[in-house]
């Protein structure tokens, strides 16, 4: 075979893998929108309408509120982490072809334990099965990931001899791995949990504290972390900041880490202490309060981009800041809910609209955001809910006042509308064709 052809096939090779590999992340992307969109909101949202007409939180059950949470954060938020984990270590690493049969089997993996663990929750029907099974699923899908992209290497460059050395780690590239172990340690924690209240017979829902506890390791060590380093890797480029600073970066890590570990040790006016300090932190190092160096790069999304992404962060702050209010004075959990929706929808959600709707096009086949006033919208819509939800949630729960019990659903219900947005507009994105598809379509 000639040299040519060799290219030729090596090339038609590389281009048959890239699609593969764009098919499973839109996969991943379109599965993590359905979470969010029908176990996550739409059950968060009756689930506050039943909470606000008995104007009670204790009317509910727990199991329909922990199905909601988990829906919301490992179907939505984590199915797309795994998604864009596989994309882009993938073509980073130059991982052989396996990986992406093992994406798929990471995927069928993950979504039937995140289904099965909604589906017992909501339901109850053989609960003492399903909860144990779905624990264990996850588990084994995240250690498919894992098993498959820890082969990654950093590239290496070329040294004064014949050799070339391997870079060390980036800072972000530490982060991201800081916040994968994270992601371990709660998968663990969530399956010895699930064997507990099976194994014990107490219902289809975690007893509160470890629920609490397991929350917080969600987000603080898995979730928070792993925006703060993919963060450190794109802001400089997308919001023309300068580079981060690792020291604080790191101290912003540790700083969480301690305070989860306070939590787990019963201490919770320390880890309420120690939660602004690392938010401040990780704000120093991205230097998020500072101004741009450079132009922020908005083509193809909406110009308000890095003020939504500016705003995330004023939302972490007002959760670490509402959480050592709570520490101290909370009595109905009025003033830990704020805190939490301030963080997760609030910090994660605003980040996820943004940033997600500014780089998942561009991974899936180099597509071009739908709409970016559609995006607007939704960022937009989001956040007017969240002010809502926060500054309702502490005078309904914690003073019974009637005004904010009838705000409550008014704020779930703009939530709901923000997040059908943004999932409209990144299917209609996702439905476009390819850029390498666009010059058949043009001619035809």
């Not at 890239?18 to 599965?31: G, H, S």
């Not at 909604?118 to 996850?138: D, K, N, T």
Request: net charge positive.
């Amino acid at each position: 075979m000639s040299t040519t052809s060799q290219i030729g096939t090596s090339t038609a090779a590389l281009v048959e893998r890239e699609v593969k590999m764009q098919r499973m992340l839109v996969a991943y992307i379109l599965t993590g929108l359905l979470f969010l969109l029908l176990p996550g909101t739409f059950l968060g949202v009756w689930n506050l309408v039943s909470i606000s007409s008995r104007h009670a939180l204790d009317s509910l059950s727990p199991a329909f509120l922990q199905a909601h949470g988990h829906a919301q954060i490992f179907g939505w938020i984590g199915t797309f982490i795994l998604g864009i984990g596989f994309y882009s270590l993938t073509k980073m690493g130059h991982l052989p072809t396996f990986a992406i049969p093992r994406g798929w089997t990471c995927f069928g993996l993950w979504v039937t334990g995140i289904t099965l663990r909604w589906f017992a929750g909501v339901v109850g029907w053989q609960w003492r099965i399903l909860l144990p099974l779905s624990g264990l699923l996850e588990l084994v899908a995240f250690l498919t990931f894992f098993r498959t992209v820890s082969s990654h290497r950093p590239p290496t460059r070329p040294a004064s001899g014949a050799t070339a050395t391997r870079r060390r780690p980036e800072p972000w590239m530490l982060m991201v791995i800081g916040s994968t172990l994270g992601f371990l340690v709660t998968l663990v924690i969530n399956l010895i949990a699930t064997l507990q209240v099976s194994i014990s017979n107490t219902g289809p829902a975690l007893e509160h504290v470890s629920d609490q506890r397991l929350v917080t390791l969600a987000t603080w060590g898995f979730l928070v972390p792993a925006v703060w380093g993919f963060n450190a890797r794109w802001l400089p480029v997308f919001l023309g900041l300068d580079q981060p600073r690792p020291r604080f970066l790191f101290l912003a890590l540790g700083l969480g880490w301690a305070a989860i570990l306070a939590e787990f040790s019963g201490r919770l006016t320390w880890f309420a202490a120690l939660l602004p300090f690392a938010a401040l932190a990780a704000v120093f190092a991205l230097r998020i309060a500072e101004p741009s160096v450079r132009p922020a790069k908005t083509a193809g999304v909406h110009p308000s981009f890095p003020f939504f992404v500016r705003l995330a962060y004023l939302w972490l702050l007002v959760a670490a800041a509402l959480s050592v209010r709570a520490s101290w004075s909370d009595v109905s959990g009025g003033i830990w809910g704020a805190s939490r929706h301030a963080l997760t929808v609030g910090f994660l959600s605003t980040m996820v609209f943004a940033i997600g709707q500014r780089i998942l096009p561009a991974f899936c086949g180099a597509r071009v955001l739908y709409s970016p006033r559609l995006m607007l919208a939704s960022l937009a819509a989001l956040n007017i809910g969240c002010v809502l939800r926060v500054a309702s949630e502490i005078p309904a729960y914690e003073d019974n006042v009637r005004v904010a019990w009838h705000v409550l659903p008014c704020s779930g219900v703009i939530e709901l509308l923000a997040v059908g947005l943004f999932a409209v507009n990144l299917a209609l994105t996702l439905l476009q064709p390819p850029a390498h598809l666009r010059p058949l379509v043009a001619i035809s």
